[in-house]
């Protein structure tokens, strides 16, 4: 079982991802601004997988995944999440593009078990 912390400001995204994976098995940590989640990756040091989602208030998800990859030792993978397609910030091998298709997430999530 992975532990799983998704941070997104849409609601709705979260409950839907959420189902998705708790359906494989596994458990998921919600966090809904970058702040939140970032307090909830140092509470979490067990973290397998951070999937953030790029446009939020506060700070960017590529802002946040900076600030996490600066303060900790291992972070676990992080893949950020996008809608859009122009997206290129140097990481596009971790990049999941919204609408996520079950079938990118799938294959990630069986990767990391």
Known sequence: MLKILLIDDDQDHNKILKVF?????HKV????????????VEENT???LILIDDIMPIMTGT???E??????KNPPPMYILTGQTDYNKGYESNVLYKPIKNEDLEEILQFLC
């Open 21 to 25: 994976i708790e359906k494989h098995g």
């Open 29 to 40: 940590l919600i966090a809904t601004n970058a702040n939140d989640g970032y307090q909830i």
């Open 46 to 48: 067990d973290l397998d």
């Open 63 to 65: 802002e946040l995944r």
């Open 67 to 72: 600030k996490i990859k600066a303060n900790l």
